[in-house]
T-cell receptor
Framework: GEDVEQSLFLSVREGDSSVINCTYT??????LYWYKQEPGAGLQLLTY?????DMKQDQRLTVLLNKKDKHLSLRIADTQTGDSAIYFC????????????FGTGTRLTVIP | NAGVMQNPRHLVRRRGQEARLRCSPM?????VYWYRQLPEEGLKFMVY????????ESGMPKERFSAEFPKEGPSILRIQQVVRGDSAAYFC????????????FGEGSRLTVL
């Protein structure tokens, strides 16, 4: 079956860049997603990338996809304390939310 | 403009009791999904419902678990005769048309079985 893996914890200093990594196994994935969960809140879709793209940038967020290695990363530039949250990687189709597979989530702690 | 509302946020049950988790989707959303997150694992799909219909329950355990989404009222995830292995965070999500790219999640209900 599909497997999505992430490291559990990451700590960075305020102002530094954060890089959260994710690996997946399903070579037929069409979309890869990053969700953010702030304390006491639900998961919120941050961004997604189509599997035929290598990179997507949106303000401070950069998503890199290495399809050959099945490796996805999320880079947050100039990390702020408000970025402290759990970040979930997920893969699946654009349609059909019953076919999404999530990683364990990476807890990002930003140190002031 | 309420988002997806789940309750209770925290639920403690003893082995053998029943747990009922409720989810009210975002206004206008008729597609509801339940996911479960076991400790140190990713969210796993359980069941997909539309009003009065179960569309996909391929992720539901075969016994003790059931879900419904009635014409009126919230979606309910019911776990009968809970066991310690049922301790987890249960997330509900809703969408307008069923697309994965437009899922809105609730805060989750954390079930602890003693």
């Amino acid at each position: 079956g599909e497997d999505v893996e992430q490291s559990l914890f990451l700590s960075v200093r305020e102002g530094d860049s954060s890089v959260i990594n994710c690996t997946y196994t399903d070579s037929s994935s069409t979309y890869l997603y990053w969700y953010k969960q702030e304390p006491g809140a639900g998961l919120q879709l941050l961004t997604y990338i189509f599997s035929n793209m290598d990179m997507k940038q949106d303000q401070r967020l950069t998503v890199l996809l290495n399809k050959k290695d099945k490796h996805l990363s999320l880079r947050i530039a100039d990390t702020q304390t408000g970025d402290s949250a759990i970040y979930f990687c997920a893969e699946g189709p654009l349609a059909g939310a019953n076919n999404l597979f999530f990683g364990t989530g990476t807890r990002l702690t930003v140190i002031p | 403009n309420a988002g997806v509302m789940q309750n209770p946020r925290h639920l403690v049950r003893r082995r053998g009791q029943e747990a009922r988790l409720r989810c009210s989707p975002m206004k206008g959303h008729s597609h509801v999904y339940w996911y479960r997150q076991l400790p140190e694992e990713g969210l796993k799909f359980m069941v997909y419902l539309q009003k009065e219909n179960i569309i996909d329950e391929s992720g539901m355990p075969k016994e003790r678990f059931s879900a419904e989404f009635p014409k009126e009222g919230p979606s309910i995830l019911r776990i009968q005769q809970v066991v310690r292995g049922d301790s987890a965070a249960y997330f509900c999500a809703s969408s307008l048309t069923g697309g994965a790219g437009e899922l809105f999640f609730g805060e989750g209900s954390r079930l602890t079985v003693l």
